[in-house]
Each structure stands twice: as C-alpha cells, then as structure tokens.
C-alpha cells in the first residue's frame, strides 16, 4: 500500500529515512542485545522486580533523552542518516524525523516487557503486536488517500507512534495475564529500600550488555550505511533497498528470528545447568530445520524475485521501471538468506555461553568486510552493490561465528541423513521454479 501511495521517489525515501532511525536505535540498543543479555541475568537475579525496574528505568530515561534532543534538532538527526541529501531534502524530511523517533521509547518499553513475557515462554504477544504497527499503517494509508505525497508521510509518521502506543498496551495486558505485574509493581515498591542489593547483578549486566550490542548490530549498522551511501544515489534508491529488504526480512524473522527467540530460554538454561548435550540436539534439530525453510525461501526468492516483486508493489505510483531496480536488489539480499539466518542461531549458543566479546569482534570483522565492499560496488553496481555487500559481510559473519561455534561440532551437525535430502530438495525444487516461473509469464 506504501509503495502503491507514494512509489519509489523523493517522498518515499524521506519516509523511510524518517522510520529507519528510531528502527536503527531500536534494533541496536533494545531487541537483540536486550533480550540476549536480560533473561539470563533476570533468570539469575535474586531481586527479579528491582533489578527490571533498575534496568528499564536507565534505558528508558537514555533514551526519552535522546528522543527530546531529536526532536530539538531534527535537521541534525535527519542530516545523520542521509548525508546525500541536499538542504530542501533536509528541511522537507526534519518534521517526519521528529514524529517518527516518539516510537523508539515506545518500542522499548514493548521489548522490555516483551522480554520478560519470554522468561515466561509467552511469545504470542510479541508476535501479534507487530501486526498492529501493521494496521496502524494501513489505516494511515486509507484514511490519507488521494492526499498531497507530503501529507501522506504525516499520516504514515503519525501512524507509526500510534501503532507503537497500541503495541505497549497489548503487552502491558499480556504482563498482568500471566503474572508478572506483581513482579514489576514489587520492584517500584522497593527499588530505592534494595536497589543496592543489585549492584552486583547490574555491574554484570553493564558488562556483558554493551559487548552484546555490538555484536547484534552489525545487520542494523550496515543497513543505516546503505541508507547513508544510497542518499547520494538517484531518488528512489533507499526505497528499493526498503521495498527489497522488507521481502528479504519476511522469510528471516519468520523463521530464523523466530526460531532464535523461542530457543534462547531453553538453550540457555541446557547451558546454564551444564547439559550441554541436550543443548546441542535442540540446536541441531533447529539448524535442519531452519536449513530447508530458509534454502527454499532462497530459491523461491531469487527465481522469483521479479514475479514477487510485481505481485507486491507494481501499482499505482510504483511503476515496472521500479520493480526492476527492487528485483536486483532483492537478487543480491535473497543470496545472504542462508548464512544471515543460520548465524542467528549458532549465535544463540555464543550469548547463552556469555562470550559477548568475541560475538562483537565478530560482528566488527563483517561490518569491516561490508564497508570495504559497499565503497566498491557501488559505482558499478548502483544499490544493488549495496545489498551484495551486505550478504558478503552475512557469509563472513556466519564462517566466523561457525569458527567461535566449533567447527567439528559443526560437522558433526552436517553428518546426517538431512544433508541427502536437503541436496535433493534443492535438485528437484530448482527446475519446479524454474518451470513455474515460465508458465507465469505464459498467462500473463
């Protein structure tokens, strides 16, 4: 519907500019590295209540805190992620910046309680609630029609903070269903009479936290330096990167991402209580699975990417000239589906082991390998080199994280049955998409 309103132009690249930074803090400093580092000090914690009211009382105030000075110097903000940019771009886009980045505080209170649903093996909620951004947006989009570009971005901006106000309230329903209001309520109660019976609990916290945020945000960094390096492209390129990724991501958090937060618990608990067997056959039996999931949605993406691109996004203000710039971006982000997805896994097993460390010297040598490949592609490649480059630092994230893993353990995984069928899977799905796609273009 965005891309059916606005098309991939000038507007449409403010719009996503305006969303991607809050989305930039949120998935550096909140989702990954939060909940990684939070449920295993939550679950270790004597005072569970104090030390989540200590710990979101400090995020959420860092946090109001750079929210207000975005909205002070919007421009600042704005200039930050889209160098290319000229200064009529800049002003145009400052007010959308300032109404989008209200959704950062928001956002993290969601995965605050989010996190602590998930202690509680709760995932329901957090999966759903992203729907209601969804709805939130979509209604946006309704109820702006036939409305200026410009007034378009206001509606969808505003509609990014409702969907975030309605998100928060789900998962504030959620916490008193299944019991952990008490915990919380407990926690403000007596935080100032305990909270120096946690300093123990949130030095560690502190230590392993920052690691572990550097080492979830390599993906997140990489994709604010496509915005970056895209903003001194033609109009339109950061929304073919926004329009491919959305699709590349589909199959991602389906699978991979999902998979990964529904296993940190028990991993991490195998881990905790030295059962590292039982540990390693959950992870195995998740790999295999995540293996054939993702090698179709691989296959499937990058055959069909132009037939799921048009299906998607050809109408109205998109034209077919912009669905063969997002298929190529999509070609070159659907070939790091694989090792994007599995590294999210093997990286369950280096947070559950607590080596924060080496997962962010990891996450340092791919953003490494990401910058140097982005300043070379991108003349002969355009924004398509951008998403290579990305899927290159995947490949490299992945080998290394495979090195910390184990790389017998590794093999070990991949001396199976599965192995055989997988190759036949790809050797019989191959030419079924092949043939699809042609009997597509038959009808059509």
Do not use: C
């Not at 110097?73 to 002003?91: C, L, Y």
């Amino acid at each position: 519907m965005t891309a059916s309103a606005l098309g991939a132009n000038i507007y449409s690249d403010i719009f996503f500019v305006a969303f991607k930074l809050p989305n930039l803090f949120r998935r550096i400093f909140a989702e990954g590295a939060f909940t990684q580092v939070f449920i295993p000090a939550f679950a270790r914690s004597a005072h569970k209540g104090v030390f989540s009211i200590h710990t979101f009382i400090v995020f959420f105030s860092i946090i109001i805190i750079l929210t207000l000075l975005v909205n002070l110097i919007p421009q600042v903000a704005t200039k930050f992620i889209a160098v290319g940019f000229d200064a009529e771009t800049i002003s145009m886009a400052a007010p959308y910046v300032a109404i989008n980045f209200w959704y950062l505080p928001l956002i993290f209170a969601v995965t605050f309680l989010s996190t602590m649903l998930q202690y509680k093996h709760h995932f329901a909620t957090s999966a759903f609630s992203t729907a209601l951004l969804n709805l939130s947006l979509i209604f946006a989009l309704l109820f702006s029609d036939g409305k200026s570009e410009s007034e378009i971005v206001y509606y969808l901006s505003f509609g990014v903070v409702i969907g975030g106000l309605m998100q928060l309230a789900v998962h504030i329903m959620a916490i008193q269903r299944v019991g952990l209001m008490n915990i919380l309520l407990g926690g403000f109660k007596y935080f100032r009479v305990k909270s120096k019976l946690i300093n123990k609990d949130t030095k560690k916290f502190r230590k392993e936290f920052f690691p572990a945020m550097w080492g979830n945000s390599t993906a997140q960094v990489s994709a604010f330096l496509d915005t970056f390096l895209a903003s001194f492209l033609i109009a339109g390129s950061i929304s073919y990167l926004y329009y491919a990724n959305r699709i590349f991501q589909l199959p991602l958090a389906l699978f991979a991402i999902a998979t990964s937060i529904a296993l940190f618990p028990r991993i991490s608990r195998y881990l905790k209580n030295n059962d590292e067997e039982k540990a390693h056959a959950f992870l195995s039996k998740a790999f295999w699975f995540l293996a054939f999931l993702l090698t179709a949605s691989t296959l499937g993406g990058y055959i069909l990417a132009h037939e799921i691109t048009m299906l998607l996004f050809e109408r109205g203000a998109f034209t077919s000239q912009d669905t063969a710039n997002t298929t190529f971006v999509l070609q070159m982000y659907m070939i790091g589906l694989l090792p994007f997805g599995l590294q999210k896994l093997f990286l369950l097993w280096i947070y559950a082991k607590q080596m924060q460390m080496r997962a962010a010297k990891i996450a340092t040598y791919s953003l490494g390998v990401y910058i140097v490949l982005a300043l070379l592609l991108i003349t002969p490649m355009g924004v398509g080199g951008l998403a290579l480059a990305s899927t290159m630092s995947g490949f490299t994230g992945f080998v290394l994280t495979i090195h910390t893993f184990g790389a017998q353990k590794f093999f070990a995984i991949l001396r199976s049955y599965y192995a055989l069928y997988l190759a036949l899977s790809i050797a019989i799905f191959t030419p079924l998409l092949l043939f699809f796609k042609e009997l597509i273009h038959v009808y059509l």
